[in-house]
């Protein structure tokens, strides 16, 4: 599903993000990046939506080599994976429903359509009767939900998480883990970026740990 | 996911057209004050160029409306009697393509000269009269330029006419005049629709800013240019079509302004003249002409200002 080949990421400054990192994850796994911070876990994840560009090595989805989409294919490159920010990254003067509704109208969906799969969306998470709310109104957790209620309402086959327990308790995190295992277990290929050792390591999935760009542990399943 | 029919992505791009048409009215509206001022430098950027070309439309109509545009002078050779003078200006008089004659003669005009010039002790020393007879010729009908000339050669082949002069500086130093006031016009009409643009330019540049973590966020999620950009050339065309529909009322109220004086001004020169004003076609040609510039100036800010703004 997503393989990285020799991956290297050196930035202008001469800081090395990735070096020479080869690996493959399954379209149905789903897997945790660990590391410290500054280790690559970002990097990797930006790679796969476009947001970043490795300087050397290959990184494919599907077969296909990143490389070969230019600017005007990212777009819709994006619009097939899923993201879950640790900032949530919700519009604050937008509703709820707005919010998730954002990459069903960017892909063009019937407004019926995009109700039908906004509600469901927002039933998943739990947030069905918030539709209407502001998201300044809700907590952290909930803010956390709605964003991955966005990530996931366009039904993308891969669902990326940078830090998406990153400001919550134990409790509300395991949650959020726990949908996400959900989600995987519906066949999408889920990638979470995440430092929360204690949490993820009881959860029994494939562990990629990067230390200093390069990839230390879980290149096999 | 990006699996839609066609028919499905034409119905969903035009709801977009109306979801961000609409979004970017309200946002418009939201700031009643500081879109007004908007609408009004444009306005008034837009209704300078426009109310000068109004007024210059109106001189010209004036100006082709004036009776006998010319009127040529026949000096008569040196040593014709008065008697033979006044009888060659008859026999002018009576030709189909004249309209009024008049006779000076050259002591008429001795003492006209004396009068008017300043130039007496001058005179008084002269021991003969230097000037020459002269019969004004005015032609006849709606005479254009060209017949007026044509006249003019005929009367030069008169043997008595040592000289015919067709009196039309002032009517082309007018013409010229006005030529170089559409000039002006055009010119002071360029550099305000550039400023125009750069207003828009500025005023959608601020809209983007205040709206930087949305377009990321729409970035992020897969919106393309075309849509981060939709939103912002309809704010751009609102704030373009309000600024013409400003400049429209703008001259249309200093034209009811001037209203009254110019037909009494008309009334005293027994004128029946008067001013003609932008017309319901001339105000949606400013709104359109407005629009225009709005689209314009939003796209100069979006082209320059969105690609900066990438996810980080």
């Known amino acids: 599903m997503i393989s990285f080949d020799r991956v290297s990421k050196r930035y202008a400054e001469g800081h090395d993000a990735l070096r020479e990192v080869s690996v493959n994850i399954g379209s149905d796994e789903l897997v945790f990046i660990t590391g410290h911070s500054g280790a690559g876990k970002t990097t990797l994840l930006r790679m796969i939506m476009l947001m970043e560009r490795p300087s050397r090595g290959q990184v494919s989805i599907d077969g296909q080599n990143l490389a070969t989409i230019g600017p005007r294919g990212i777009p819709r490159h994006r619009r097939n994976i899923g993201v879950v920010f640790q900032n949530h990254r919700l519009l604050m003067d937008r509703t709820v429903y707005d919010n998730v509704a954002l990459p069903l109208i960017i892909a063009g969906y019937d407004h019926r359509e995009v109700g039908r799969r906004v509600r469901a969306a927002l039933d998943k998470v739990g947030l069905l009767n918030r539709e209407r709310a502001m998201p300044v109104t809700l907590s952290g957790g909930e803010q956390q939900r709605v964003g991955i209620a966005r990530a996931v309402v366009g039904k993308p086959k891969i669902l990326l998480a940078d830090e998406p327990t990153g400001n919550l308790d134990p409790a509300l995190s395991a949650e959020i883990m726990q949908l996400f295992e959900e989600f995987n277990q519906v066949g999408v290929t889920v990638l979470i970026a995440s430092h929360d050792l204690a949490l993820i390591s009881r959860l029994h999935h494939r562990i990629i740990t990067l230390r200093e760009g390069r990839l230390v542990a879980g290149s096999k399943t | ?312």
Request: glycine share 8%; net charge neutral.
């Open chain 2, 1 to 312: 996911m990006s699996r839609t029919g066609l028919r499905d992505r034409y119905n969903a791009w035009v709801q977009h057209h109306r979801l961000s048409a609409a979004d970017s009215m309200l946002r418009v509206l939201d700031n009643p004050v500081s879109s007004a001022m908007t609408w009004l430098v444009i306005g008034i950027a837009l209704a300078l160029p426009t109310g000068l070309d109004v007024a210059l439309d109106n001189v010209s109509q004036l100006s082709a409306s004036w009776d006998s545009p010319a009127q040529i002078s026949l000096f008569l050779q040196d040593g014709i009697g008065d008697e033979r003078a006044r009888q060659l200006e008859q026999e002018l008089a009576a030709r189909p393509d004249v309209a009024q004659t008049r006779f000076v003669s050259r002591q008429e005009a001795l003492e006209e000269f004396r009068t008017l010039s300043g130039f007496a002790d001058v005179l008084a020393s002269l021991d003969q009269n230097p000037l020459p007879h002269l019969i004004l010729v005015s032609p006849a009908g709606s005479s254009s330029q060209g017949a007026a000339a044509a006249l003019r050669q005929e009367l030069q082949a008169y043997p008595d006419v040592a000289q015919a002069v067709l009196d039309m500086e002032w009517l082309q130093r007018l013409n010229s005049l006005m030529e170089l006031s559409r000039r002006l016009v055009l010119a002071v009409g360029g550099l305000l629709v550039v400023g125009v643009l750069l207003i828009l330019g500025n005023t959608i540049r601020l809209a983007i800013e205040s709206r930087r973590e949305e377009i990321v966020i729409i970035k992020l999620v897969g919106g393309s240019d075309a849509f981060v950009r939709r939103p912002f050339l309809y704010t751009g065309l609102w704030y373009g079509v309000g600024g013409g529909f400003f400049a429209a009322l703008l001259v249309a109220a200093s034209l009811w302004f001037l209203r009254q004086p110019v037909s009494e001004l008309a009334l005293l020169y027994q004128s029946e003249f008067r001013l003609r004003g932008l017309g319901i076609m001339g105000g949606l040609n400013l709104i359109i002409l407005g629009g225009l510039l709005g689209l314009a100036g939003a796209w100069l800010a979006v082209s320059r200002h969105l690609v900066e703004i990438q996810p980080r």
